[in-house]
């Protein structure tokens, strides 16, 4: 066109039309490049180059994870940038784009708080921010209408949940946060809510009433919180419910019998972790859809229910840690209906009190069952054989029972396994060496039975193993070298064994060896240096073996290690220095050796509490609080050499002659054919023999201020037997009362050979004269600061001899438990032989300065000499207690046979009068009720009106309902008392063996603790 002077005014016009025209329809995206802009700049970090399109020679709309609308001018409607490790903060710029409709930045690292500018997005449905670390309060959302999903789970979001969402709000995940408070009861008033994830946060209440209203719910996840009350009721009125989650809350009460029949489309029913009890409601086979069942971790009481095999979908099914029961055999029905769930995958019910031999109907399970769990029961005869009929399984676990005869060699066919556990039942004969064929194996737990023979070299073969124990058997031969060239081991633990040999030099070969337990066989020679090439280890037990030479000065290179145990063995030379280098090391004993020479005085050295030396008598120096001599220069050295080979010369034959001569006296004396001799301890003292003389001075002539106990035979006296250090316990037995001899004798042979953290340590012992030229027998213990339990049970703090500690808490009564059942399970299944404590109460428990228990008074003692039968030091007629009133087994106070049975039922009474706090002498057991009776009467249900009341305020426990601020604390005081009653049995052939009570007690403190 061409432009003349009167068409030039009418282009201006046009041009300027155009121009304002195009300015108008930029500005409201111009706004969305800019706020996109700022979220940018608020990026720190952006490894994956995800916004290097983000610049201004592209249009916005092409950036990456931006979609723009199709119509003129293009608004921002999504953000999509999921995945990209984004580090920064979440800019308020994004509460600029109006037109935004789905907003995700999952699985990033976005930190500090969620913009409340976002609450102002009215056009907004979905908002996923999963997965970052976003702090603060949740903002408003009450302006987004038309909201429809809201995830905001695994991030570090505090304070409550808010109670004006959206109406058309359809999810809401809120998982995996630190938010507290309650359920909002207006969250009833979201009806188009389908699925609601709370799930480990701090949430406390109970579920509302009003969420009955909301019937389109599909997934309702809770669990992990700290809810409480019965069952909510709302729940049934959610027939829609496909996934259920109320476990590890507080909830209890009973199910409601027709949960099946109000829930029909249920496909995961998860309620573990609770104290719901009461049976379970065969009305679940009414949900037939069922693929995924967990209510383990209860207190459902009963049988299983045989409609459970109506489940036909069912993959899942843990029904462990209850106290469901099984005794006759139509007690078993449900394992002949599992049979038909054709899809059954992992099945557990472990933990219950399930009895008898297992069903051959086992044999009939899916093919597919790949986890099989029936450890912690009663479950006797023998290895089930229908295991063999299940060729896909990965776990197996039948520990924890009392199954007997030997492991089939078939065992080793089932080709998929990987973790097989026996532990603790009364398997015999050997080791399957057809197990090495288990090509896939990980874990192999054997220990606490009865095998015998060797530890088949052929478990070299494992690829992939990383842990094996076989603890506690009756194994001989050497250690097989090729267990440690399996590349994949990190844990072998061999200990209480009778194997001999050396530790073979193969050991430096297992570079991922974390722990290396031996304790307590007959093992030699020196440690060999290559020992120091795990550098991974973090536990070294070779204590009571026979091992001599130095300590490795390799040792030095082990920087992972935090216990480290070689007492009781024949070492020698001295301790090496770089020991001390060690920064993970606690614990160091090296007590009961040959050592010699300075102890050093870094690292672990300066913490007296940490080493443990005694038993060496020829170190010097260390740290001020060991107590050690100064050690000497070289001269003075040579000199003391020359005088100590003389004296080994003379004193042991001054020794020999004097003991001889006190001997004759007493036989003498006795005037009886056949008495037993004295065969005096070797304990590897602390200190040397002592006279009448050095005690009488110890104890300020016996002097009754230093009276700090009285048995039976024995007074027990405080003294300190040099100036101003080493307080000791000395118990003096009083010759007057027939039987106190014995008792000496017997206390001594119970001693000799064993030696147990959780026994009261002996340091010497004193035959000899006193004043009067009578006869005096004293032995001398390591002094326990806290006394006996008996005391510090019953002291209040108005005492006048009350210890400083007048209560003793929940966890300080699980580690005494934890530490007696020890003592016993070492007493009576330790290599060294049966030895029956026979007088096992709260007076003969003594606690040192960390409350550590220690089991004492072995004056009544009983020692296996045969396979049959016991020898006692003490010929008591057939009607005589052995034993103390309310302590004793039955069939002792009928005269019957010992046996570790008797021990076992004795601690079963403490244990109960430790958390009950009633002495089982108290009046109100009379007329056939004993405390164990008491006990059993009273639970589940009544458990917190006959438990200590102290630890019903300790642990903030409702009398009313077993509801409390610690989640776990009902669970561990039932299953504590569970296992008084299991050792109180009326037949000594239903108790549980300490092994046994000890393995459980452990897992009871360990779950409890952490």
């Not at 729940?235 to 009973?254: C, P, Q, W, Y």
């Amino acid at each position: 066109m061409k432009v003349t002077t009167s068409t030039a005014p009418f282009l201006l016009v046009f041009l300027a039309s155009i121009s304002h025209s195009v300015i108008c329809s930029t500005f409201g995206n111009d706004a969305d490049r800019r706020s996109l802009l700022e979220f940018k700049n608020a990026i720190t970090l952006d490894p994956h180059q995800s916004l290097i399109s983000w610049n201004e020679s592209t249009h916005f709309c092409s950036w990456e994870g931006v979609s723009c609308s199709s119509k003129n001018p293009p608004r921002v409607t999504a953000i999509d940038l999921r995945n990209q490790g984004l580090v920064g903060h979440i800019s308020p710029s994004l509460g600029n784009l109006t037109f935004l409709r789905n907003l995700s930045l999952a699985t990033n690292r976005f930190s500090g708080q969620i913009p409340e500018a976002l609450g102002r997005l009215r056009r907004l449905r979905s908002l996923y921010l999963t997965n970052n670390t976003l702090q603060g309060i949740i903002p408003s959302f009450a302006n987004c209408s038309d909201l429809k999903v809201l995830w905001l789970d695994r991030n570090e979001l505090a304070g409550g949940l808010p109670g004006d969402l959206p109406l058309g709000l359809e999810e809401l995940n809120l998982a995996f946060n630190n938010l507290i408070g309650t359920i909002p009861s207006t969250l009833g008033n979201i009806t188009a809510l389908k699925r609601f994830a709370c799930v480990f946060n701090g949430l406390d209440g109970g579920i509302p009433g009003e969420l009955a209203a909301l019937r389109e719910m599909e997934i309702l996840a809770s669990g992990g919180n700290r809810f409480t009350s019965g069952f909510p009721e709302a729940i049934l009125n959610m027939s829609a419910l496909v996934r259920l989650d109320l476990d590890t809350n507080r909830f209890s009460g009973k199910i409601p019998p027709g949960i099946g029949s109000s829930l029909p489309n249920l496909l995961w029913l998860f309620i573990g972790g609770n104290f719901f009890r009461g049976t379970i409601p065969s009305s679940l086979a009414n949900a037939s859809n069922l693929v995924k069942v967990d209510i383990s971790s209860n207190f459902f009481t009963g049988v299983v229910p045989a409609s459970i095999g109506k489940l036909a979908n069912l993959t899942w099914l843990n029904l462990e840690m209850n106290q469901l029961h099984a005794r006759r055999k139509q007690d078993w029905d449900f394992m002949d209906s599992l049979a038909n769930c054709t899809e059954l995958q992992i099945f557990s019910v472990a933990g219950n009190q399930l009895e008898g031999q297992v069903p051959n109907s086992l044999g009939n399970f899916s093919v597919q069952l790949q986890s099989l769990t029936l450890g912690q029961n009663l479950l006797s005869g023998s290895f089930p054989s229908g295991i063999a009929n299940l060729p896909n399984l990965i776990a197996l676990g039948l520990d924890y029972n009392r199954f007997t005869g030997s492991v089939p060699q078939w065992l080793g066919g089932q080709k998929t396994l990987q973790v097989l556990s026996l532990t603790n039942n009364n398997f015999t004969g050997y080791i399957p060496s057809s197990l090495s064929n288990l090509s896939h194996l990980i874990e192999l737990y054997l220990h606490s039975n009865q095998f015998i023979g060797n530890i088949p070299s052929s478990f070299g073969n494992f690829q992939f193993l990383t842990t094996i124990t076989t603890s506690y058997n009756n194994l001989h031969g050497s250690l097989p070298k090729e267990i440690f060239r399996v590349p994949t081991i990190e844990q072998v633990e061999f200990a209480f064994n009778n194997l001999s040999g050396e530790l073979p030099t193969e050991v430096g070969n297992a570079k991922q060896l974390m722990i290396l337990k031996l304790s307590s066989n007959n093992l030699s020679r020196d440690i060999p240096d290559t020992l120091g090439n795990c550098e991974n280890l973090q536990a070294v037990v070779l204590d009571q073996n026979n091992f001599g030479g130095g300590i490795p000065s390799s040792f030095g290179k082990l920087i992972s290690l935090q216990l480290l145990n070689l007492s009781h063995n024949m070492l020698s030379g001295s301790i090496p220095v770089s020991l001390g280098d060690l920064q993970h090391l606690e614990l160091l004993d090296l007590s009961f050796n040959n050592l010699t020479g300075q102890v050093p005085t870094k690292g672990i050295f300066r913490n007296s509490t940490a080493v443990q030396i005694d038993g060496n008598q020829e170190l010097c120096g260390g740290v001020q609080e060991l107590h050690l001599p100064e050690c000497p220069n070289k001269t003075s050295h040579k000199n003391k050499h020359r005088l100590s080979v003389l004296l080994k010369v003379v004193i042991p034959l001054a020794s020999m002659v004097t003991l001889a001569i006190v001997i004759l006296l007493l036989l003498i004396l006795k005037g009886k054919k056949g008495t037993k001799s004295i065969s005096l301890p070797s304990f590897g003292r602390e200190f040397p023999k002592v006279s009448y003389k050095d005690l009488a001075r110890a104890t300020n002539r016996f002097s009754t201020a230093n009276l700090i106990g009285k048995g039976r035979y024995s007074f027990v006296y405080r003294g300190q037997l040099l100036q101003d250090t080493n307080v000791v316990a000395i118990k003096v037995f009083n010759q007057e009362i027939r039987g106190a001899q014995k008792s000496f004798i017997a206390e001594c042979n119970a001693l000799r050979n064993v030696r147990h953290r959780n026994l009261v340590p002996i340091l010497t012992v004193c035959l000899s004269i006193d004043s009067s030229g009578n006869d005096f027998k004293a032995l001398v213990y390591k002094f326990m600061p806290r006394g006996d339990l008996h005391k510090l049970l019953y002291s209040t703090p108005h005492d006048d001899r009350s210890s400083d500690l007048c209560y003793i808490s929940l966890a300080q009564r699980l580690n005494i438990v934890v530490d007696v059942s020890d003592a016993l399970a070492y007493l009576h299944h330790g290599h060294q032989g049966t030895i029956i404590h026979c007088d096992l109460k709260p007076s003969n428990i003594l606690l040192d300065d960390n409350m550590t228990a220690h089991v004492g008074d072995f004056g009544l003692a009983r020692f296996r000499i045969d396979s049959t039968s016991f020898s006692h030091s003490d010929s008591t007629s057939s009607f005589a207690i052995n034993g103390t009133i309310g302590y004793v087994a039955p069939e002792c106070a009928a005269g019957g046979q010992v046996s570790t049975a008797a021990d076992v039922y004795s601690f079963g009474v403490v244990l109960l009068e430790i958390f009950i706090r009633r002495k089982p002498t108290d009046d109100m057991f009379k007329d056939g009720l004993s405390i164990a009776k008491y006990t059993e009467m009273n639970i589940p249900d009544k458990m917190l009106q006959i438990v200590d009341p102290q630890l019903v305020q300790e642990l903030g426990l409702s009398q009313e309902d077993p509801v409390t601020d610690d989640e776990s604390a009902a669970h561990c005081l039932l299953s504590v008392l569970n296992i008084g009653l299991c050792c109180t049995k009326s037949a000594p052939s239903e108790r549980i063996s300490m092994q046994e009570v000890a393995a459980k007690l452990h897992t009871i403190r360990d779950s409890y603790l952490r």
